[in-house]
Structures are given as C-alpha cells and as structure tokens.
C-alpha cells in the first residue's frame, strides 16, 4: 500500500513537471517577436534601396522613414509619427557640424514647413505638411503618420549651383523660353530646364512676364511694391531683392496673403513652388476677375482628377476656371493629359516657363511671341522714323 502511495506521488511530481514545461514552451511563443512586426522592421530597414544613385550618403534619414516616391533630386518619405517629432529630429540633425541651418521660417498656419540646410558643397531642404499624409487608399506604401519632403541640389565651390549649367547663351532654346528671353523675363544663363523652381523665382517670373507682355497697356500692369511698403510676410522683409515683385503680386492681391483674408504671414521664398501655387497665382491672371465658388463635384464634372480631395481650396477655384480655357488651360499646355493633379508635385523651371508664355481667357489673351513680335515691330519703327530725321533734315548752308 506504501509503494502504490509512492508510485502514485511520482507520477503526480512528473504531471506537475511536463506543465510547467509546457508553460514555459507557451512563455516563450508569448515573448518571441512578432514575425509580422520583424517583416515590417525588415521592410523599413530596405527604404533606401530604391533611393537615387545621385542621393548624398551624408544626408541624414529618420529612423523607419519610408521611401515613396523620388524624382528630380526630390524624394518624398513617410513616417509613423508626428511632425513635431519629424522637425525636432532634423533641426538637431542639422544643428551638427558640418551642416548650418541657412534658411528656417516658422510654422505657417498651413501646417507646412521648411528647413533649408547646408553644407560646404550640399544644399537640402525638408518641406513637410500634415495635409498631405497618405492614407491606405493611397497607394501599398501608404502608411498613418507624416509624409514631408527631402530636395537636394549640390553646391559648387566655384560659385555655379548643381546641376552644371551648359552654355545656354550658344545653346538653342525652345521657342516658348525664348520669346520670354527675349523680353526680358530672365536671361538664358538663368534657365536651367529641368531644376525645379522656387516660389521666390516663380513670383518674379510671374511678375516680369506678365508685365512685359502686357508692355503696351499699362492699366493692365501690376505694380512694383516700393520700398517703403510694409511688408506683408515676415520671412520677405523690404530689403529682399524680390521684395517689389512678392509684396507687389499680394498688394493686387494675385498672392494669398493676410489681405485677401488669409491667415498667412510667411511667404517661405526659397520653398519648391508646387503645381497648385502655379495654378493658384497664374489663373487669376488670366481671368482678370475674382475667382468663383466651387466644389469637388465641380472639378469631378470637368478634370476628373482622382486626387481633387487633396487640392487646396484657392487651387480648386482656379483649376475650375481653367478648363473653361480650353486647349490654353495651363494644366493642359504644361501638363499634358492627366487623370491626377498631384498639388503637391513641384515644378520644373521648363513648366513654369510654358505657363508663363502666354495669359488669357476663352480665346481673348496674349503670348509672349505676340509681345516679343510688336517690341520688335515697335523698335524697328522708331530706328527707321530716326534714319528719316537724319535723312531729311536741312543740310548746312555754306556762306
């Protein structure tokens, strides 16, 4: 009876010892990473994969940023956490030695953003905005968080920015950048086709073209903003050299500023201009009239754009009006067929310059080899009413 107790208690011992084991078994699978989350990681880890092979190594990444979209020395990442996060990590980034924070106006009321920082030899800026984060919808990449933007261009110790300039004064030029050339507009050592403009640039462009094809109706000119103007942004001070085209585009109201009841007060000039800014500041211009209410039906109805809930509210006003213009709608003369607007894309200094040739609406405008023609007409008359003066005038009478 003794032994059965015996047998009966060892055998209870060895039940107590395979459970606990098997507890422990079960601890383990509890405490082992998740083989989901060690994809996502690997994934994360594989983003600079697919970065451009001209990307400098020295630029700093945060941590887990997911590469979504690059072209044109511009690369567009998406993060899990916020942007206050984002800008924290970079202003310390960019704090260290060798890179000097050059450039960093605070947050607009439009919650974008941008830090422009430099090197010896490298210029970066980081462009960021809560509104464009995507969305599972989006695309496979689309992730909840923040998307912002790095842009790169190389910065040569001779004093000529990256991409190398060729010689645009023997090179021949597209038509369309000629004619603006030719008035005036910007000089052929300027243009650099495929750089992507600034919203500084684009706002002196948009000035200087617009005036010098209207160059023979001045009631129809904006005017240049003098120096003792007072200055509307905080980041374009009286002093700037593109103060009398910025300040004088927000006086005629052309440019959303606090005087068209806009809650902005920073211009952010040395920003990438993107294609709803373009849209937003050049329709006006060709309208010649306040832009009229509208809906994203509206744009549905007429452009069809996948992304119009995306498309800021001033941009939608003028992306309707747009295509009431026909085959000289600047969507369609600068980007071509499209199914998505992409507000956000930069743009090339070639595009701005197409927009730029020509301002009108529904058949009544002008363009700038129309301009380009008269000033040379013009010029032509007046040395030949001088070779007549010349000609006809009394000849000295001898005594």
Not at 208 to 223: E, F, L, S, T
Request: one cysteine or more; charged letters at 20%; glycine letters at 4%.
């Amino acid at each position: 009876m003794q032994y059965s107790w015996q047998k009966f208690g060892l055998l209870s011992g060895l039940l107590v010892l395979l459970g606990s084991c098997a507890q422990l078994g079960n601890l383990e699978e509890s405490l082992a990473p998740d083989p989901d989350l060690i994809e996502q990681q690997e994934q994360g880890a594989d983003s600079s994969s697919s970065l451009p092979t001209d990307f400098p190594a020295e630029i700093p990444l945060y941590p887990e940023a997911t590469l979504i979209q690059t072209e044109d020395k511009t690369t567009v990442w998406a993060i899990a956490d916020n942007v206050q996060s984002l800008e924290a990590f970079y202003r310390k980034a960019f704090s260290e030695t060798p890179w000097e924070i050059v450039a960093s106006p605070a947050t607009a009321t439009d919650n974008l953003l941008e830090i422009v920082a430099r090197t010896s030899d490298l210029e970066v800026t980081l462009s960021l905005s809560e509104a464009t984060s995507p969305t599972a919808n989006n695309s496979d990449q689309a992730v909840v968080g923040t998307t912002f933007v790095l842009s790169y261009r190389t910065l040569s110790t001779t004093g000529t920015n990256d991409p190398v300039p060729t010689d645009n004064a023997n090179a021949e030029l597209p038509t369309q950048v000629q004619d603006l050339v030719d008035l005036q507009v910007f000089t052929a050592a300027d243009f650099q086709a495929d750089t992507v403009i600034t919203r500084r640039q684009f706002a002196r462009w948009l000035f200087k073209a617009h005036n010098a094809i209207y160059g023979d109706r001045q009631n129809q000119q904006i005017r240049r903003a003098p120096a003792s103007s007072k200055p509307i942004f905080t980041d374009v001070p009286a002093s700037d050299p593109d103060f009398p085209f910025i300040q004088g585009l927000a006086e005629a109201g052309i440019i959303p500023s606090s005087l068209t009841n806009d809650t902005i007060t920073t211009f952010r000039p040395d920003a990438p201009l993107t294609r709803e800014s373009l849209i937003a500041w050049k329709v006006p211009l060709d309208r010649r009239q306040a832009l009229p209410q509208t809906s994203l039906d509206n744009i549905a109805e007429t452009w069809g754009f996948q992304d119009a809930a995306k498309i800021d509210t001033r941009a939608l006003q003028a992306l309707y009006v747009d295509f009431q213009n026909g085959d000289q709608a600047n969507v369609r003369r600068v980007f071509g067929y499209t199914t998505l607007f992409q507000p956000q894309k930069t743009v090339t200094q070639q595009e701005a310059a197409i927009a730029l040739w020509y301002f009108g609406y529904q058949g009544e405008g002008l363009s700038a080899a129309t301009a380009r023609s008269d000033r040379q007409t013009s010029n032509q008359n007046q040395s030949n009413q001088t070779t007549d003066t010349e000609t006809n005038s009394p000849a000295s009478q001898n005594p």
